[in-house]
């Protein structure tokens, strides 16, 4: 398809381990997006990505958390030594020019569950 | 960053109109003002986005106050498969960053 495409979609995972969220963004698009939903919550914006750059990282909730895109095309998150507290739907979401009227595409997000 | 308010839930009868009401005072003259919503378990979607005039498109309305301090979204006639969550949201000059979705309305429509 041509959506964003989002893996692993469940994760489920011990406290204390490393995961790795991938995002494979719409073609083209340069501007990408990272969001995380807690149960019942909004969605808390964690990063945004201008091509391979982060001009803005201030989202992400602890250094455990990181963030990178390569080729101006997939992301990976990464979450470190992982808390309960970390448990989510992590969405990833690309836009063509990442202008303020520029069309967010989300993901089906990445459900993860820290035991 | 400015912030919007929205009722937390809301309800329509089926095939009759919704109007989904959202507040931003503190809305800037460089604020472009987006609506998304989000079926279950799914990622949310684009709706609709305007800076001051009125907006249609083949999913809903946009109507939009003359000092912006708030907006609605018109649904014209509601569906089952418009059951969702929807969101208000403010975007700057500078895009998305930073921009966290609310709550939202959840609206339920009653068949």
């Known amino acids: 398809g041509a959506g964003v495409s989002q893996s692993p979609s469940n994760k489920v995972t011990e406290k204390g381990k490393d995961v790795e969220l991938r995002c494979d963004p719409i073609?083209?698009?340069?501007?990408l997006y990272w969001y995380r939903q807690s149960l019942g919550q909004g969605l808390e914006f964690l990063i945004y990505?201008?091509?391979?750059?982060?001009?803005?990282k201030s989202g992400l909730p602890s250094d455990r958390f990181s963030a990178e895109r390569t080729g101006g095309s997939v992301s990976t998150l990464t979450i470190q030594r992982t808390q309960q507290e970390d448990s989510a739907v992590y969405l990833c979401?690309?836009?063509?020019?990442?202008?303020?009227?520029?069309?967010?595409?989300f993901g089906e997000g990445s459900r993860l569950t820290v035991l | 960053d400015a912030k919007t308010t929205q009722p937390n839930s809301m309800e329509s009868n089926e095939e009759e109109p919704v109007h989904l009401p959202c507040n931003h005072s503190?809305?800037?003259?460089?604020?472009?003002i987006h609506w998304y919503r989000q079926l279950p378990s799914q990622g949310p979607e684009y709706v609709i986005h305007?800076?001051?005039s009125n907006v249609n498109n083949r999913m809903a309305s946009l109507a939009i106050a003359e000092d912006r301090k708030s907006s609605t979204l018109i649904l014209h006639r509601a569906t089952l498969r418009d059951a969702a969550v929807y969101y208000c949201?403010?975007?700057?000059?500078?895009?998305?960053?930073?921009?966290?979705f609310g709550i939202g309305t959840k609206l339920q429509v009653i068949p």
């Open positions: 073609s083209g698009h340069t501007a």
């Open positions: 305007g800076l001051t």
């Open positions: 949201i403010l975007s700057y000059l500078g895009g998305y960053q930073k921009v966290t």
């Open positions: 503190t809305i800037s003259g460089t604020d472009y």
């Open positions: 979401a690309s836009s063509l020019m990442g202008g303020p009227t520029g069309e967010l595409f």
């Open positions: 990505f201008q091509g391979n750059s982060a001009p803005d």
